[in-house]
């Protein structure tokens, strides 16, 4: 089920909104009972106070009139019940109900009592309110009592709750249509990059425009736009691969192929088993070829993920230079390697860390003359790993140190066989090791020196 990113902010923004309304309505019954008990309670006041004003000393006897406007004062629809009891300072019932419910407590000096109790079968508010009575037989405070049934005060806390919760939903109404509003209007940027993300040209990698967009959504368009930058590189990168591997497939596929045609004319087997020797010696180069492409393809940046780990480089240097010791020993160079005797840490790629010294070394060992010397440096420190491959050859140009790093670029008069990628893949490997690369001239020249400068690896152990 796909979800909805309105839905979600309007009820992040809703929900709170209704907790706060639900809280609110417990308030609004709390203050609507305040303000009913408030008015009842000054009713029940005024009418104790017109009736108190009545009881005086007549003929010797205590006597209390009731007037009619004592009681009208609760005349409503709700047909209130009005009871009333008025006792003498001795206690005796002078006027009401007898069986009017009495307060918990007699009231403090001439100050009114409030409670609340029971008339037979109904729930009643009353007032409790001292008189004084001046008499010579029976002086003190008389006790006037009034009390009231709850139909209206219940009527007027409904009345009062309900109208101010209504005043309260109206208002939760409006805000979830501003609200809806507003994030419709907020989320207008998503949807107009979400319709040019759909109607654009398939084939487009144009960057999105990020101008007119709010500052929370830049960063996924950025992120867009890397990711769209990544794309346009690889495509640009598989392009080039297969530009390259066609440009240089093609020609020895068509020697091949006339290699082929001239041993099926030779009936001489001599001849024919150079033409084959031929054809063996030219697939050997080709499958040479391919390694390498596929080789500077994986170090491209963009090509294929390098998955790295903790190694010593010291042990992959040995590994590749007892391999060329062959070449060496060929040709009678003095092929010599330096390198501590404690690990070289380094966080890379093992196959193409290889590759890397197979060709500055193979290199430096086919372009200089028979009986010369390649010296090969290995160090360490805080800094970084410094590898130097120093041979006493005929050297590089300065003006041709950097046109040397270009694919199939070979130096004329070329002496020796070769595709041209050499360097060209050990820039590349580099770059991806976040190293740098510096050709110069041997001290004393002639000859060439190649510095190979790479991170060390730190807080890491390469295995044994």
Not at 99 to 105: G, H, L, N, R, S
Not at 184 to 197: C, M, V, Y
Not at 261 to 275: G, I, K, Y
């Amino acid at each position: 089920m796909s979800r909805s990113l309105r839905a979600e902010l309007l009820a992040w923004l809703l929900l709170p909104l209704a907790a706060v309304v639900a809280f609110n309505g417990w308030t609004l019954r709390r203050d609507a009972t305040r303000t009913a008990d408030l008015i009842t309670d000054r009713t029940l006041l005024a009418s104790a106070r017109v009736i108190a004003e009545q009881v005086k000393e007549s003929d010797g006897r205590i006597e209390s009139l009731i007037p009619p406007s004592a009681l009208e004062m609760f005349a409503s629809p709700d047909r209130e019940k009005v009871i009333y009891r008025v006792l003498s300072p001795s206690g005796e019932l002078i006027a009401g109900f007898p069986d009017v419910v009495e307060p918990p407590k007699p009231p403090q000096g001439l100050e009114p009592a409030y409670y609340e109790g029971q008339f037979r079968t109904e729930p009643v508010r009353a007032v409790a309110l001292a008189q004084p009575v001046i008499s010579k037989v029976e002086g003190g405070n008389a006790l006037v009592i009034v009390a009231t049934t709850l139909h209206g005060r219940d009527r007027l806390v409904g009345e009062i709750w309900q109208n101010s919760l209504r005043d309260q939903l109206v208002l939760v109404g409006i805000a979830a249509l501003l609200a809806l509003l507003g994030l419709r209007r907020g989320l207008a940027p998503l949807l107009r990059l979400r319709d040019e993300l759909r109607n654009r040209d398939p084939e487009s990698l144009a960057a999105l425009d990020r101008k007119h967009v709010q500052g929370e959504i830049r960063p996924v368009i950025d992120a867009l736009n890397h990711a769209l930058e990544r794309v346009r590189a690889y495509i640009l990168l598989q392009r080039r691969f297969v530009a390259d591997a066609s440009h240089q497939l093609r020609t020895p596929l068509a020697v091949l192929k006339t290699q082929i045609a001239m041993a099926r004319r030779d009936d001489d087997p001599r001849l024919r088993h150079e033409a084959l020797s031929a054809i063996e010696g030219g697939i050997d180069n080709m499958g040479r070829l391919v390694n390498q492409l596929l080789t500077l393809a994986r170090a491209e940046p963009g090509g294929a993920a390098l998955r790295k780990e903790p190694l010593d480089f010291g042990v992959i240097a040995r590994d590749v230079l007892e391999g060329l010791g062959v070449i060496a020993f060929d040709r009678e160079i003095d092929l010599s390697f330096e390198a501590p005797d404690a690990p070289v840490p380094i966080h890379g790629h093992v196959t193409l860390l290889r590759e890397l010294m197979s060709n500055l070394v193979e290199n430096a060992l086919r372009h200089i003359p028979e009986g010369g010397s390649v010296a090969v440096r290995l160090t360490a420190s805080d800094r970084g790993i410094l590898l130097v491959v120093e041979d006493n050859g005929p050297g590089i140009q300065e003006a041709d140190r950097n046109r040397v790093f270009e694919r199939f670029h070979r130096l004329a008069p070329a002496t020796v066989e070769g595709t041209g990628l050499g360097l060209a893949i050990v820039k590349e490997i580099v770059a991806a090791h976040d190293g740098t690369i510096a050709l110069m001239e041997t001290q004393p020249p002639p000859g060439l020196r190649v510095e190979v400068r790479l991170p060390a690896a730190t807080g890491e152990t390469p295995p044994a």
